[in-house]
């Protein structure tokens, strides 16, 4: 229901013209003090409801799904390190 009404506030407010067209860019409009925030909350209880809304399954296809997970995120989090180092090689190695 909270996603609903959000997508329908989001909608309207872009229909209005959102950040760069009500009334002008950048908008002198108080919604984007507390935009974030909204924002941010109705992520949080969709993401809360959809964590609560089944029982996870413990079986070997459920923990491997996971360990992808884990290790892609580990990736994520890691890339920083290794993407600028890895195109200055390129750069100035193979171009």
């Given at each position: 229901?909270?996603a609903?009404?959000?997508?329908?506030?989001?909608?309207?407010f872009d229909?209005?013209?959102?950040?760069?067209?009500?009334p002008?860019?950048?908008?002198?409009?108080?919604?984007?003090?507390?935009?974030?925030?909204i924002?941010?909350?109705?992520?949080?209880?969709?993401?809360?409801?959809y964590?609560?809304?089944?029982?996870?399954?413990t079986?070997k296809?459920?923990r491997?799904?996971?360990?992808?997970?884990?290790?892609?995120?580990?990736?994520?989090?890691?890339?920083f390190?290794?993407?600028?180092?890895?195109?200055?090689?390129?750069?100035f190695r193979?171009?």
């Open positions: 229901m909270i609903i009404v959000f997508s329908t506030f989001y909608w309207y229909s209005l013209g959102g950040f760069y067209m009500n002008s860019y950048p908008s002198p409009s108080v919604i984007w003090i507390y935009m974030p925030t924002e941010g909350f109705t992520y949080a209880l969709i993401i809360a409801w964590d609560n809304s089944f029982s996870h399954s079986n296809l459920s491997f799904i996971a360990l992808i997970g884990t290790y892609s995120y580990s990736i994520y989090l890691l890339h390190f290794v993407v600028f180092k890895l195109s200055k090689f390129i750069h193979l171009i």
